[in-house]
């Protein structure tokens, strides 16, 4: 069977944003090798614009378009699904206040992170300016490219020194989504109701078993974000990506 995040990534992954914050799915998980096994690693996530655009979902019936002008997961003729697509509806909203999404677990010797899968299965993302619970803070109707960071606990002094090739960090293009306050695709509902365990009511038979797929990693150039102090960073190895459903 083919990787979770690369079936939602052919349809045009949706994830959902609420005030109140919504848990991902699917779950962002990776498998770390490379890393020294007794050396601390913090592991954390940010989310990045992919571009300067908002969106709306576009109806298609029947070759005519149909723009409704708000969210409605509700196609409004037969066979909409087919020709229906995102446009491009005007520039961005500022931009969310930035935030990232410390692993619960860090810091963690390089050993414990090596041992097992790692999910990010507590993130929640919200459309909420003024949350204060430390979810991450998305605009609806926008895309984002989720990323990446390894981070290794520097005991020495001068640790700042060595910041700039202390870390790294790793973006993988299956995982951008679409964050919406409904879903706009309906074969993104369905796709999520029959692989989404916590879906079970939605769907009859059981959940398909947990598959984790490796992907070669991205370095990418962008800056990391701002860290609360730590006496940290370090070097490590490039994880390989495991897709999978909690």
Excluded at 17 to 27: C, E, Q
Excluded at 47 to 75: E, H
Excluded at 207 to 222: D, M, N, Q, W
Aim: aromatic share 12%.
């Amino acid at each position: 069977m083919g990787s979770l995040w690369e079936e939602f990534n052919r349809l045009g992954t949706e994830m959902i944003v609420t005030k109140a914050g919504r848990r991902m799915f699917p779950t962002f998980q990776v498998k770390l090798s490379g890393l020294d096994p007794l050396a601390d690693y913090v592991l954390l996530m940010d989310f990045i614009p992919l571009d300067d655009k908002r969106y709306r979902w576009r109806w298609g019936c029947g070759g005519r378009g149909l723009d409704l002008g708000v969210l409605s997961p509700t196609p409004p003729c037969r066979y909409a699904f087919h020709s229906s697509s995102w446009l491009a509806a005007g520039r961005a909203e500022p931009a969310a206040p930035g935030r990232v999404h410390f692993h619960p677990d860090s810091p963690a010797k390089g050993a414990q992170w090596m041992r097992q899968i790692v999910s990010f299965d507590k993130l929640k993302l919200t459309n909420n300016l003024l949350d204060d619970n430390g979810h991450i803070i998305l605009n609806s109707m926008h895309r984002y490219q989720p990323r990446f960071h390894v981070v290794l606990v520097d005991p020495r002094r001068d640790s700042e020194r060595f910041a700039h090739q202390n870390f790294k960090s790793f973006s993988f293009p299956e995982t951008q989504f679409m964050a919406v306050t409904a879903y706009q695709n309906h074969r993104i509902t369905q796709l999520k109701i029959a692989s989404n365990p916590f879906a079970k009511g939605f769907r009859d038979g059981d959940p398909e078993p947990c598959v984790y797929v490796g992907a070669k990693p991205r370095t990418l150039p962008y800056p990391l974000p701002t860290f609360p102090p730590l006496s940290t960073y370090g070097t490590a190895a490039g994880p390989t990506f495991g897709y999978g459903q909690q």
